[in-house]
């Protein structure tokens, strides 16, 4: 492993690698994804590209009925709690744009999702100002009840 540094999203460290804090609504997600027939590969999910070396939440796998096809998604979780709903899209989108930049510089085919509670959907990505974001940054979303803990939609 060579030295540096390695960026986490506005902090600089030294080889000792920090795991991202996990979202309040993680293991709902997890939960939800295992029901849907999927299998967690990597919680949380490497992604390095020369210098850097970030986290998405998970990764995840499985074969698609009917056919012998792995199907592999990268999911970033978010539960959009505080106070500026702005702020978080755009941190979100951030954080989304990169994964999205560095999975494809690598080869990698995974598709890319941001996992959100049917609340905060209900909430906040049905006003226009959201929807906008998602359909023009091409914003694959995964809806999670998260008190049933179960997939309720997937948008591509």
């Known amino acids: 492993m060579s030295s540096g540094r390695f960026f986490y999203f506005g902090e600089y460290a ?11 609504i993680h293991e709902a997600v997890c939960t939800a994804l295992v029901k849907d027939g999927w299998l967690i590969t990597n919680d949380p999910f490497r992604i390095e590209y020369e210098d850097v ?12 009925k009917s056919s012998t096809i792995r199907r592999a998604l990268v999911i970033e979780i978010k539960g ?3 106070p500026s709903p702005v702020h978080l899209l755009a941190s979100a989108l951030g ?3 990169l994964y999205r930049t560095y999975l494809v510089a690598n080869g990698m085919q995974e598709g890319l999702y941001l996992a959100i509670s049917k609340e905060t959907y209900d909430s906040l ?3 226009l100002s959201f ?10 979303l995964l809806i999670i009840d998260i008190e049933a ?3 309720v939609r997937w948008i591509n």
């Open 53 to 64: 070396d970030i986290y998405a939440d998970l990764r995840v796998e499985r074969v698609e």
């Open 125 to 127: 990505f049905s006003r």
């Open 14 to 24: 030294t080889i000792e690698r920090r795991m991202p804090r996990k979202d309040a």
């Open 149 to 151: 803990e179960e997939v």
């Open 131 to 140: 929807q906008i974001v998602v359909e023009q940054r091409r914003l694959g």
């Open 80 to 82: 959009f709690t505080g």
């Open 95 to 97: 954080q989304y744009e």
